[in-house]
């Protein structure tokens, strides 16, 4: 990517054909390329439990340990997995092992051992919907009741995209601030936030009175940008208005599975709220499980 009029990127007048410039990466320069594919060989760790998670303690991670967790919670054993750890930074996503399970070299990415053939799920919305349908567990049957839940999940999927690699991206990531970006995207992301306060507004959870696989898949993200966990941006999205949003997360934050579940994989914040491998329940230590609130 070139700037042919200059260093302001106000002055950006796009070339005739795209280049790549791998030196315009900024922080994720390591993380994105215009190609598919391994760029290495790496065989996959694979543990004893039937389901193989292969993920980061990002918002989409978030959502698939959380699943596993609150299915445990509910005494299905056969959810019991191990989460092993893609180090994004590292280029773990790349290494011919993940890109078999997902070749679209994103996290989280599921390996379900649990019968004859392995089978493989990417996307974090498959993993939600596979996991349900499998345990019969947080998907509604009643068919309305079902379509709604599925249409606030892909919501979920459809609207991220915005928050994340939209306003998060130019907003905390950028190597320069923008203002025309920041402004689309800042007036998207709380428009969406909107979306979610007059709908909770309503109801308790987003498919209605249970709770479901489109609150585990929204949680991590909109629950996360109005508590204050992503991109130091609660003061300026002013967060504090989506009183509705606010009692949905903190409802849903107070759920010791989806504290465990946000803690798996992740590596930021306090030592003592990471869990960088799961692989048994016990691998949450007494100090950890201390500060794990109980369920209201």
Request: with cysteine.
């Amino acid at each position: 990517m070139s700037n042919p009029t200059g260093d302001n990127p106000t002055d950006y007048t796009p070339p005739a054909i795209w280049t790549w410039n791998k030196a315009n990466g900024g922080r994720f320069a390591s993380t994105n390329r215009p190609i598919a594919g391994a760029t290495h060989d790496k065989v996959l760790p694979v543990g004893r439990h039937p389901l193989q998670l292969y993920s980061l303690g990002t918002p989409n991670g978030v959502k698939v340990t959380v699943m596993l967790e609150e299915l445990l919670a509910l005494g299905h054993t056969g959810a019991e997995y191990d989460a092993w750890l893609i180090k994004i930074g590292d280029g773990d996503q790349f290494g011919s092992g993940f890109v078999d399970i997902n070749p679209n070299s994103k996290i989280p990415a599921l390996l379900d051992r649990s019968g004859p053939t392995p089978i493989r799920v990417f996307e974090s919305g498959a993993i939600l919907i596979h996991l349900a349908e499998k345990f019969d567990a947080f998907l509604p049957t009643e068919p309305a009741a079902r379509a709604e839940c599925l249409s606030w999940l892909f919501w979920q999927m459809g609207s991220a995209p915005y928050l994340g690699g939209g306003f998060g991206h130019f907003y905390a990531y950028a190597p320069t601030k923008m203002e025309y970006p920041i402004d689309r995207f800042a007036m998207e992301a709380k428009r969406q936030l909107d979306v979610l306060d007059r709908r909770l507004a309503e109801h308790e959870y987003l498919a209605g009175p249970d709770y479901t696989i489109a609150d585990i898949a929204v949680w991590p993200w909109y629950g996360g940008m109005v508590k204050g966990w992503m991109y130091g941006a609660a003061e300026f999205l002013q967060v504090q208005e989506y009183k509705h949003v606010l009692r949905w997360a903190d409802a849903i934050h107070v759920r010791p599975a989806a504290q465990r579940g946000r803690m798996v994989n992740r590596m930021s914040g306090e030592l003592s709220s990471q869990l960088h491998e799961r692989h048994a329940a016990s691998d949450f230590d007494t100090k950890t499980q201390d500060k794990i609130a109980p369920a209201s």
